[in-house]
């Protein structure tokens, strides 16, 4: 499954559309999703944001045996952007120690 994680954009073909990142990440427990794109914005930071869901998978890869999906950041607020790409580096490297 490809998950979309947007407020605005439409969803490209054969993407799930989620609006907020508790949707995304009951879908990630699932274990099914192979790949997952995120926003930042979703028009109510209260409610959460894209990072949350970089920030689950991140201590899910650190504290379970969590396989992680292909994540990309299609955000365009450029501090969040890079905020949520230090986050999947982070998740990279730990995911490439934990097959070694």
Not at 47 to 52: F, K, P
Not at 59 to 86: L, Q, W
């Amino acid at each position: 499954m490809k998950v979309y994680l947007d407020d605005e954009r439409e969803t490209p073909r054969d993407w799930k559309r989620v609006c907020w990142p508790e949707e995304a990440i009951e879908l990630l427990k699932t274990g099914k999703v192979e790949e997952i794109s995120l926003d930042h914005d979703l028009g109510d930071d209260d409610h959460g944001t894209g990072y949350d869901v970089i920030l689950w998978i991140e201590e899910a890869v650190y504290t379970t045996d969590f396989k992680a999906p292909v994540i990309k950041v299609h955000s365009a607020n450029p501090s969040a952007r890079e905020k949520m790409e230090s986050g999947i580096r982070s998740i990279l490297k730990r995911s490439k120690k934990s097959k070694q």
